[in-house]
């Protein structure tokens, strides 16, 4: 049942969602954007996303002159133009001209691109009250990236942005921690990100991925699923596969995800030089059944970042089972702790390497972390429970009551 929200018609809200890219290569932005508009609209509310059709050098294949509908969400994509990396799309920033007075509130992923200097100036203009996702931008490791050019666009208009937001929109506690030396006076509020447990019920059977990609063979596979670049620790992860399989030759590295460019190469080359290249396998992006399979075969998930604002795939290997290893760096690293599914500690190439090879030599255990953790999604992180929190954050956007709301009361 939905939110009743005082003064909206009907006390059904109609929220705007503006993101730069809903591609699936560019990974748990895009899938998040989808999902928490997804889980929202079936409170009953009018979502939408206005978004470009941006994907690597080229472009999705969508209507540009008609929406398109997916499960309650109405999708409006605009052409993407030059300069492409700034997600920079004039049709876009005309609709949201026309047409942003007609939603109650709107909701901004990421920052320091196109559609932010616009929604936001437009928000002002008509007083539309909006949030923003920061994505991480505002962990000091990303924050420090690129400075000089962020540091303009500070100036220009996010710094702006930030200041007049009703609130910023954390995904953990941790992010918000780290971002609160460059938010000012802003407001923020934690809402998790989830996954829809339907979708995880019925794994496929064991052995799928194992025969599409026969190099595997019977070799307990050590899984990294997500985007391949410069953030992800993956030097590290070459440097610590080396170690556990000089020692075992039952282990098979699998990088599943789509590579920034050139940077696959580079993590083929760390590979050869440790002599283990023929003992990886890389996938390539994997969607829907196929990253099932991966996740169904696979016998430990590790993520080494050096900075990851929540860690979506750590949630969906959670949900599958999957023991994780994952570095202090992932912003969900108390929840995993806390709730026993698995190992955390340093970005530290000896470090994961025991972990992995402790976890290896302790198949129960294995199995009691892998438990926990899908009890863990089921308690904290599915979008059934958290679409309410996000309800009750625009909610309290449209009615200016007072902030902070209770920071964690979404995950607990």
Request: charged share 25%; net charge positive.
């Amino acid at each position: 049942m939905a939110l009743e929200v005082h003064g909206v018609p009907g006390g059904k809200m109609k929220i705007l969602h503006v993101i730069a890219a809903l591609a699936p290569r560019y990974g748990g932005p895009s899938k998040a954007c989808l999902d928490m508009a997804r889980a929202v609209a079936a409170r009953g509310h009018g979502v939408s996303i206005y978004t470009t059709n941006l994907e690597g050098p080229g472009s999705l294949k969508v209507p540009l002159d008609r929406p398109v509908y997916r499960e309650g969400v109405e999708i409006r994509f605009f052409p993407i133009q030059v300069p492409r990396f700034w997600g920079t799309s004039w049709p876009l920033a005309r609709a949201l001209g026309r047409h942003l007075r007609e939603f109650d509130v709107v909701h901004l992923h990421s920052l320091y691109l196109f559609h932010n200097l616009v929604a936001g100036r437009v928000c002002r203009r008509y007083g539309i009250p909006y949030l923003m996702r920061p994505h991480g931008t505002l962990d000091p490791y990303i924050y420090r990236r690129h400075r000089w050019r962020k540091t303009v666009m500070e100036l220009l208009f996010e710094n702006r942005n930030i200041r007049h937001a009703a609130a910023l929109h954390f995904t953990t506690d941790e992010e918000k921690r780290l971002a609160a030396p460059y938010i000012g006076n802003t407001p923020g509020v934690v809402v998790p990100l989830g996954l829809d447990l339907k979708e995880y019920e019925n794994l496929p059977g064991p052995g799928k991925f194992r025969r599409r990609f026969p190099e595997v063979g019977e070799k307990k596979i050590i899984l990294f699923l997500g985007r391949l670049n410069f953030k992800k620790g993956l030097e590290l992860l070459a440097k610590a596969f080396a170690q556990v399989a000089r020692e075992r030759e039952d282990v098979h590295l699998v990088l599943a995800g789509p590579a920034d460019p050139g940077y696959g190469e580079k993590v083929k080359k760390w590979l050869a030089d440790e002599g283990l290249l023929a003992r990886a396998t890389f996938t390539g992006m994997l969607l829907g059944e196929e990253k099932l399979a991966a996740l169904r075969d696979a016998t430990l998930f590790v993520l080494p970042s050096y900075s990851e604002n929540f860690g979506l795939a750590v949630v969906e290997a959670m949900a599958c089972g999957l023991p994780v290893i994952i570095s202090d760096q992932v912003n969900i690293w108390r929840e995993v702790q806390e709730g026993g599914a698995g190992r955390v500690g340093p970005c530290q190439a000896a470090w994961f390497a025991g972990a992995m090879a402790e976890l290896l030599a302790q198949e129960d255990r294995r199995r009691r972390l892998g438990e926990r953790g899908a009890a863990l999604v089921r308690e904290r992180f599915q979008w059934s429970h958290l679409a309410r929190r996000l309800e009750e954050v625009y909610a309290a956007v449209l009615a200016g009551r007072p902030w902070p709301l209770k920071a964690s009361a979404a995950v607990r």
